[in-house]
């Protein structure tokens, strides 16, 4: 053998390895990278679901509100008829 075939052959293997730790850093770098994305987008869900939540606590409570409303609205009609009518009468009979 020959010093140059040494030389030769030892090269391309420190090189791979170099490149070997280079690439598991950079897939260290982007797995890293995508734990905290996913601990974000979990974050968010959970933010997402708590105002879910509470949008639907509102939704029903404004519903049932509504309904209260529209029931003394319909009070306040028969009310108003029911004047409307005698006073109707009232006028009829003078």
Known sequence: MN???LT???VPLYSDCM????TRELL???????????????AACGKLR???QSLRERLESLSSERAGLLAKNEQV???????ITRLKALEEST
């Open 50 to 52: 708590g105002d879910n």
């Open 77 to 83: 009609r028969g009310r108003v008829e029911a004047m």
């Open 19 to 22: 490149n070997a730790d280079k």
């Open 28 to 42: 260290e770098q982007e797995l890293k990278r995508l734990e905290t994305r996913v601990e974000e987008l979990v």
């Open 8 to 10: 030769a052959s030892r």
């Open 3 to 5: 010093l140059t075939a």
